[in-house]
């Protein structure tokens, strides 16, 4: 992190690049957070689709698409990303061309780990303790298990000893994907009630009055007012 040999000197927490370092991670975190929560304001699937036959949905939209192409052009042109992938032109590529960029980024921050931890080493400081600098690369240990698939050892009389790596134990459950039992928190009501769409549950969600009969068109423009709300937060 320094060259300047003054390391020994300070504190992680004195260094201004450590200082520098957590107050960006802080408000990527944030940002994150606040993308996500508009995120969820905007459909998904068919329900997209059937938003754009309309222009008030397709104009914000098309500014986002816009925004975010820019953004991912001036991504690819970075020095400090020198193995980055060209920005593919055919929009459905985006999401695979972002997990290449995310691959690149954790191989360069593990790397600087490593140097940081090395310079410690030669100044005779001992390892961090801070959870920040425990980091882990989990594609650098699905490298080595893929390296050791498969070892074919030569014999001395000619024959051969083929050996398998044990395989890693693949979890459940995946922490980016959240839960359906916390994303869908309906209640069951088994009382001798009226069917209710779920599109009035919905509604409900948003501080729609459900009790009262809402026509499916007086539903459509607020869903749709909810959405554009959302959009302004983005623009």
């Not at 929560?37 to 905007?42: A, F, G, N």
């Not at 303790?129 to 009389?157: G, S």
Request: with cysteine; hydrophobic share 35%.
């Amino acid at each position: 992190m320094s060259g300047d040999g003054k390391l020994a000197g300070r504190t992680d927490e004195e260094d201004p690049n450590v200082r520098l370092l957590l107050e960006s991670a802080a408000q990527l975190a944030d940002s994150a957070q606040r993308l996500q929560r508009v995120s969820d304001l905007l459909p998904t699937d068919e329900d997209f689709h059937y938003y754009t036959n309309f222009v008030e949905f397709c104009e914000p939209i098309k500014r986002v698409e816009s925004r975010v192409l820019q953004l991912f052009s001036r991504i690819s042109s970075l020095r400090c990303i020198p193995r980055a992938p060209a920005l593919p032109s055919d929009t459905d590529d985006l999401s695979d061309w972002l997990v290449d960029i995310q691959d690149e980024v954790l191989e360069q921050v593990d790397s600087a780990f490593d140097l940081y931890k090395t310079e410690r080493a030669s100044q005779g400081l001992p390892p961090p303790e801070n959870d920040a600098f425990m980091y882990q690369n989990t594609r650098r240990k699905r490298r080595r298990a893929i390296a050791m698939k498969d070892i074919k050892t030569v014999l001395p009389d000619g024959g051969v000893v083929s050996m398998q790596a044990e395989k890693c134990p693949i979890p459940f459950h995946v922490w980016s994907i959240p839960r359906p039992q916390d994303k869908f928190d309906v209640p069951v009501d088994n009382s001798n009630t009226p069917f209710r769409h779920p599109r009035r549950i919905l509604g409900a969600s948003c501080n729609i009055e459900s009790d009262i009969p809402v026509h499916p068109l007086q539903f459509f423009t607020r869903c749709l007012e909810a959405i554009q709300k959302g959009l302004r937060l983005i623009i």
